[in-house]
Each structure stands twice: as C-alpha cells, then as structure tokens.
C-alpha cells in the first residue's frame, strides 16, 4: 500500500515539473513533507517555498448554472447603501462605478475634499488630476497618444482605445496568441471567419462582445473592457493607487493578482524553468526573453 502511494506521489511529480506546473509542484512537496513529518521525522534536502495565498477570483458561469445560485448570488453581494449614494453625489463620483467605490470604500479619506484626486493608470506616470469624469482623458489622449483604432479584420467591428491595446487584439483574439480551442467545445462563434469555440454560452457572449465592439468603459479616461465588471474593478484600483492584495511572504501590497504572480515569480521562487522545452535559466528575465522566441511554444501556438 506504502510502495503505490509513493509510486503515485512520484508519477505526480514528475508530471507537474513536465507540465510546467511548478506552483502546484511545490504545493505537492509541501503536503508529502507534512505527512511524512507526522509518520517519522524525515527531513527533506531542499528547501520548500510557502505558497502565496489563494486569492478567489469571480468565474464566468454558463448562464443555466448560474440560475440556480441566482438567489444566493443576491445575499452575497453587497448592497451600495442610500447613505453612500448620496455622499457619492456629493462628492461627483460616477453612478456607473458606485459598486467599486463602494467596496474599496476604507481606502479613501472622503471627508477630504482636497485630497481628492485620480491617478494616471500607465505605468511610471505620475501624473494626477482632480477627481471628476472624464478627467483623465486629455492626459491620456497628450501625453499617451491614445486614440480610437478599429481593427481591420473581417467580421471584426473592434475599436481599441490605443496602440498598445490593438496590438494585443490582433496577438490574443486574431494572431498565434489566441488560445487553442476548449477541449469538447459545445459552441462555435457564429462569424464565419472565426474558428473560435467553447464550452459554454456566457464564454461565447464575452468572445462575441470583442467581435461587435460592446465593451465596458471606464468613467475617467479612454480604457474600454471587454470581459466583466470585475476587470473594470481591478482597471480603477490603479486610478486610485489602491492595494489590497498582500504577498504572504514578504507583506508587500499589490493592486492586482497579476501583478502579486510576476512579483511571486522574480522574487520568491528559484525555479526558472521553461514549460514548454524545460530549458532552465539563471534568473526571469533570461527566461521571460527566452519565452517570447521558444520553438515549441510557438509550435503550440500553430496548432
């Protein structure tokens, strides 16, 4: 019985290093030094990393599902309260972002009327304005060069809202970066130059937005989302410089998971391994560069 687990234990190891999947492999690690801990004290020669703490995220649900968690769906979420509406209006935030305001509300000193102000969401940019619609969109428009670009491929009536937002469409929803179809899909795109599939209607609904433009925009500068609300939320975290995501090991706070993962990556694991040609590298930049130009990612990609 002991000899089959082990022989299993391993089997899953040697697949999680293939697969690439090293956050799961040192999760695994964890849990069979545990266990062996507690049968007889055997100790590993390797170190093991805490993992970073699991942050749940809002998953897009097929719309039959999501009937039936309709109800608990309700009691759930919170409620904007008629106080907050109304210091909302006082203070001239966006109905539309009510939700978000009302959420990250501890993060902000309202009754400071001079502090309030938003920031610029590119990255290294300083600059901040005064808290109002739209505020942010002559800075973005001068200094960013942002500007309407509608894509020019067929069936596509797309318009992305500055270049480096075009290029990633073409990359991820027409290019090699698309992701390979869904293992038994069920629904197909229904443009005819499109080999899109999936497995469920709300995931064609979200795919079929980018096709006919129905994004979600943001009240203060040109950004547009085409996925949920919870996109937009995150998007708004970085106009307000707020950080509510902490990284388990060393306290730092982060506005995004995203960001809390590339910060895990170059700073708390010594695994720089490939997942696609298991090529290792001496740090994450030799293997971010490397990534970017490996013939079997990019062999995958065709596929």
Known sequence: MASTKRRIQKLLVKYLKKTGRHNT??????????????????????????????????????PVSKKKSKDKKKIEKKKVSPEFKLMATKFGLPKEHLEFFFNNREFFHWEM????????SEAYCNFTTKLEKNGLVQHMVDVHNYKNIPCGEEDC???????????????????????????????????KSCSYQCKDTYGLELHSRIHENRLVSCAFCPYRSTTSEKMISQHLLTHFDTKNIKCEL??????????????WIRNHTKDFTCSYCSTSFLNFTRLQRHTTTCAERLKRLER
């Open 25 to 62: 492999l040192k999760v695994l690690l964890l849990d069979i030094k545990q266990k062996d801990t507690k049968s007889s004290k055997i100790s590993l020669s390797f170190e093991i990393w805490k993992a970073p703490k699991m942050i749940n995220l809002e998953v897009p649900k097929d």
């Open 113 to 120: 009327k001079e502090n309030r102000i938003i920031h610029c």
């Open 250 to 263: 060393c306290s730092l706070l982060f506005r995004t998971q995203d960001a809390l993962n590339r910060h």
């Open 157 to 191: 009536k797309f318009v992305a809202y500055s270049h480096k937002s075009i290029k990633s469409h073409y990359s991820r929803f027409h290019g090699t970066g698309n992701r390979a179809p869904t293992i038994d899909p069920k629904y197909s795109c229904k443009y």
